[in-house]
């Protein structure tokens, strides 16, 4: 009480909350009164924060916390009464119709999308020391995951413009970051003028921390550095709702016609393959809701899509996460819990946390709850007795849990495509990679970067093999042997080899690399590959222009192309050169860069043909 007269009179209630609220060991160590009184402000401006970050305050934050430690302490099962079940959903093969016309409605959405990045999260798992989506998705080009997510959002806008015969609409991108990342995070994108993007595209969201508890009376922590401060962790992605709707973004999204909001993780090199199409698939079905899943190992540390029945009659699709999946299974009649069927990947769809909301729906829902997610806590307990900690812990909320307020007639749905095409994640450091059960995905930078080259080789091989039963159902029988010889046009890619790298069994493919814009979809990039093209796997090819035609290639090394946009390039012939090759690197050599070292492996570039197109025209490339 003796302080007081230090706070602003929404501080002073602020104080008195704390006290009714059972806070009041945070003050049992203060100085006496007239001492430290400027660190006994910034205590006050901390708390104050902490009530307005979080939806509810702090009263709500200690109330809420307490319910959840009570819940935990006395095991209940958070799915009690769920049963749960393999929910059905939309399964999309690369390359056939159903995908190809999904991803061309996908393309012709993109114009009413905005897209938001979650990369707040630390990445404990991999423990670099950079943010992630600084981190180079190949070593090929160095183009980080940052860069390549822009140029992926350019790239559907001008092809989305481009269906709307010129009705152009910038697609707005936002970031969540926190503490951990913004800064970093503003500074890559301003040292690199956006990647291209107009800075008033971009909006940076922090999320801030919430407050730990140190005991299941939810009493606050304090930091054990300083008596005058909360301890604080980071709250998970599923703060993303509440910023977004805090911020008036959605608004502002809304009230420019914006249709849809798309969510996406920090380190996913492939997810904008599976974009358009899933976009399709929102817009054709009307998802109110639509989570992006591929197959899932049994353990897999991915949620699983599951159907939860209550015995009351409510059911819903939801995202059960990892550790939860298998206990719930054994505790509903499921003794194996989460196990492998006879495809070989357990039969609940893996979530890649990529989530598609309608915005009008999105922002009802958002009206009623100011975008407060369903919340857990996961303490650490000392012992059975479950009365104590082994550390402080706090309230936590993933963004794929906002169906859980939904009311039943929302249409909630899932998107089943292929993992070489969609998912590739790098979340875990090279020694935890290596101890990966066999079979399962490593998630590493060393996976991350092969299956970009696998996916890219992968389509080249689909584009071309495709393209005969495509010119079987579109060519009438008269014409069928002209338009056959044409359409005939195929890229002969080999097949991969088997190497170790970081103590991980991987399959390298050729190195090829595009830029988005010179194509993200199915037929983008059929349109730009013709005649018969062979690539051999010692092969590398970089593609930076966006009129790049390969026209009977006959590519066993490296090849290097830049273009301006008006240059129509068209290359072919045979490029024999000595290439570029993958020498092996030990994680533990420090004399090696933390981004390539933790890849095991470095580029040598022995030899290459590299050709750049300053000047509009047409031109021919054919050694
Ligand atoms: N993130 C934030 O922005 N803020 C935070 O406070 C925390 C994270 P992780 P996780 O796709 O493989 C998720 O740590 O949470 C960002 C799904 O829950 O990489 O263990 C962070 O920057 C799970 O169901 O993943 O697991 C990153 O971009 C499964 O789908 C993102 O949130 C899994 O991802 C995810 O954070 C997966």
Wanted: hydrophobic share 35%; charged share 25%.
């Amino acid at each position: 009480k003796k302080n007081l007269h230090l706070l602003s009179s929404e501080q002073v209630e602020l104080a008195k909350m704390l006290m009714e609220m059972g806070q009041s060991h945070l003050f049992e160590k203060w100085a006496a009164p007239g001492v430290d009184d400027n660190e006994k402000r910034a205590f006050f401006d901390q708390v104050a924060k902490l009530n307005s970050s979080y939806p509810g305050g702090l009263k709500s934050y200690i109330k809420t916390a307490r319910e959840l430690l009570a819940d935990s302490k006395a095991g209940k099962n958070p799915f009690d009464g769920f049963t749960p079940s393999v929910p059905t959903g939309e399964v999309l093969k690369f390359g056939d119709d159903t995908f190809i016309n999904y991803e061309q409605a996908g393309v012709k959405e993109a114009k009413n999308a905005a897209f938001v990045l979650v990369a707040g999260g630390l990445g404990e798992r991999l423990g670099y020391n950079g943010i992630k989506v600084a981190l180079p998705a190949e070593t090929t080009t160095g183009t980080c995951f940052l860069q390549n997510y822009i140029e992926c959002i350019l790239a559907l806008q001008e092809s989305s413009c481009r269906l709307a015969e010129g009705k152009c609409q910038e697609i707005p991108f936002a970031i969540m970051t926190s503490d951990d990342t913004h800064s970093r995070t503003q500074e890559l994108l301003e040292s690199n003028s956006y990647f291209g993007m107009k800075p008033t595209q971009v909006k940076l969201l922090k999320q801030e921390k919430v407050a730990c508890l140190d005991d299941n009376d939810a009493r606050l922590a304090m930091d054990p550095k300083n008596k005058y401060r909360i301890q604080t962790k980071p709250h998970g992605h599923g703060d993303v709702h509440a910023l977004l709707y805090s911020s008036g973004l959605l608004k502002e999204w809304h009230d420019a016609g914006l249709k849809w909001v798309l969510f996406f993780q920090d380190t996913n090199g492939l997810l904008f393959k599976a974009i358009p199409a899933s976009l399709g698939v929102s817009a054709t079905k009307q998802y109110h809701v639509n989570s992006l899943a591929v197959p899932r190992k049994a353990k897999e540390a991915i949620g699983g899509i599951t159907r939860l029945t209550h015995a009351d009659g409510r059911s819903m699709v939801i995202n059960v996460e990892y550790n939860q999946l298998d206990p719930l299974l054994r505790a509903t009649g499921f003794p194996d819990g989460d196990v492998n069927c006879e495809t070989g990947y357990s039969p609940f769809p893996g979530n890649i946390n990529q989530l598609i909301l309608e915005l009008g729906p999105y922002m009802e829902e958002l009206k009623k709850t100011g975008g407060a997610i369903k919340e857990f806590v996961n303490p650490k307990y000392k012992d059975a007795s479950k009365t104590s900690f082994k550390s402080s812990t706090r309230l936590e909320c993933m963004m794929q849990d906002y169906p859980k307020t939904l009311p039943p007639s929302a249409k909630v749905g899932f998107t089943v495509m292929d993992t070489w095409l969609a998912y590739a994640p790098v979340k875990n450091n090279p020694e935890d990679a290596a101890k990966v059960p066999k079979g399962n995905p490593y998630h590493s930078a060393t996976s991350g970067e092969m299956a970009i080259y696998c996916a890219n080789s992968l389509i080249l091989r689909k584009v071309t093999r495709v393209s005969l039963s495509y010119c079987k159902n579109y060519s009438s029988e008269l014409f069928w042997f002209l338009i056959l010889s044409t359409c005939q046009a195929g890229a002969q890619v080999d097949d991969p080899v088997q190497e170790v790298f970081n103590g991980q069994e991987v399959e390298v493919w050729p190195r090829l690399t595009w830029k988005p814009k010179w194509g993200l979809t199915f037929s983008e990039i059929k349109n730009k590959v013709s005649g018969s093209c062979s690539v051999s796997q010692k092969s590398t090819m970089v593609i930076k222009g966006r009129n790049v035609v390969l026209e009977d290639l006959s590519l066993n090394g490296a090849l290097i192309i830049d273009s301006v946009d008006d240059a129509e390039v068209r290359v072919g012939g045979k490029v024999q050169n000595k290439g570029w090759t993958l020498e092996p690197v030990d994680h533990k050599d420090t004399s090696v860069p933390e981004e390539i070292r933790i890849r095991g492996f470095k580029i040598n570039k022995l030899e290459q043909l590299e050709r750049s197109y300053s000047e509009p025209g047409k031109f021919s490339l054919k050694p």
